[in-house]
């Protein structure tokens, strides 16, 4: 069809060359894309486990980080106690995409995320494609920020799927989905296996997608799974306007969390059908051309330059710590 269409234009060209033909104009990709993960409160627990932590504050797990770089990108904090609040909101110039991860916040955590999503929704209302994805809390946070009970629309304690896999319910067809279609028929392997690993008590039930008017105006629901008592939690959503993606379920520990007495799984299986998920995100990453001004500043903004690594002998396993 192409091909016929060019050879048209060019027969076009031949009798009169007064309008050049021009080709398409290609979507250049960003190759080097950078991801702002935000960081989350130090708990005091964390802490006593290694004395390399006394005078950091805050932290990222590096599961996170290396789901993310697996596919590719490269990592920046988002450093939520910083005092100098404009520094933090002026990385978001310069990364490629957002990620709210799961874990703790707290009072400081949420009002910090709420400005980074605000930014965020500001940048793509300016044309600027920048993508957001989250899970588990990070999940729950979007969902939050939009609805219009706020914080109310998170039913709390209410599920019993600490440390599950579960199958999800695909609500709509995924093939309609962003964040599903890509898989063609093969999302359906997500419907029939226990492959999404959960570990939460929180969660957003489904009529909560129906009943409040800000959640249901920004993110539809593709996803639900049980719990052990049979209870719905949504499992997957996307924004209806924005590049925003999230999942209540993890995607980033199948690889990289080995504590002994959790359920995550490591057979390839798994790895495979959770890699995706970061793989996905970085992809609309690449369609972000924003940028630092130079290597060595891509470099200073890094977690590998402004963080410390620590392995936590825990659930939380090797975390950043800034
Ligand atoms: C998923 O897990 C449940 C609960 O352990 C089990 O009954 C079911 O057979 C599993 N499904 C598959 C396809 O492995
Ligand atoms: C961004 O990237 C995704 C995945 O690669 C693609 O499907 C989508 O159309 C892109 N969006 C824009 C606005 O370029």
Redesign the pocket.
């Given at each position: 069809m192409k091909a016929v269409l060019l050879l048209s234009a060019l027969a076009i060209i031949g009798k009169c060359d007064t309008n050049p033909f021009e080709l398409p104009r290609q979507?250049t990709f960003n190759n080097r894309p950078m991801i702002g993960m935000l960081t989350q409160p130090l708990t005091e627990d964390m802490k006593a486990q290694s004395p390399l932590l006394a005078t950091k504050t805050s932290f990222i797990q590096a599961s996170y980080v290396q789901a993310v770089e697996s596919a590719g990108a490269r990592v920046v904090p988002l450093i939520y106690d910083n005092p100098d609040i404009n520094a933090e909101m002026a990385k978001l110039d310069h990364v490629n995409g957002v990620q709210y991860n799961g874990g703790d916040g707290g009072a400081e955590y949420l009002v910090f995320s709420k400005k980074i999503y605000n930014r965020v929704k500001e940048i793509n209302d300016a044309q600027i494609?920048l993508p957001i994805w989250g899970t588990c809390m990070g999940f729950q946070y979007l969902a939050i920020f939009e609805a219009t009970q706020g914080e109310g629309v998170l039913s709390e304690n209410a599920f019993d799927s600490n440390d599950e896999n579960y199958p999800l319910k695909f609500l709509v067809d995924p093939l309609s989905t962003?964040l599903f279609s890509p898989l063609g028929y093969g999302a359906q392997k997500y419907a029939e296996n226990n492959l999404t690993y959960n570990h939460h008590h929180d969660g957003i039930l489904p009529y909560q997608f129906d009943s409040d008017q800000g959640l249901k105006s920004a993110f539809k629901p593709t996803s639900i799974s049980l719990d052990n008592q049979g209870r719905s939690f949504v499992a997957s959503m996307e924004s209806i306007k924005y590049?925003f993606f999230a999942t209540q379920f993890h995607p980033e520990k199948q690889q990289y969390v080995f504590y002994p007495t959790v359920q995550v799984h490591h057979d390839k299986t798994a790895i495979d059908a959770n890699r995706y998920f970061g793989d996905f995100f970085v992809?609309?990453a690449?369609?972000n051309t924003q940028s630092f001004a130079s290597y060595d500043e891509e470099v200073a903004n890094m977690v590998q330059s402004t963080g410390i690594l620590v392995m936590l002998k825990s659930y939380t396993g090797m975390i950043y710590a800034f």
């Open positions: 979507q494609s962003r590049p992809a609309w690449r369609n």
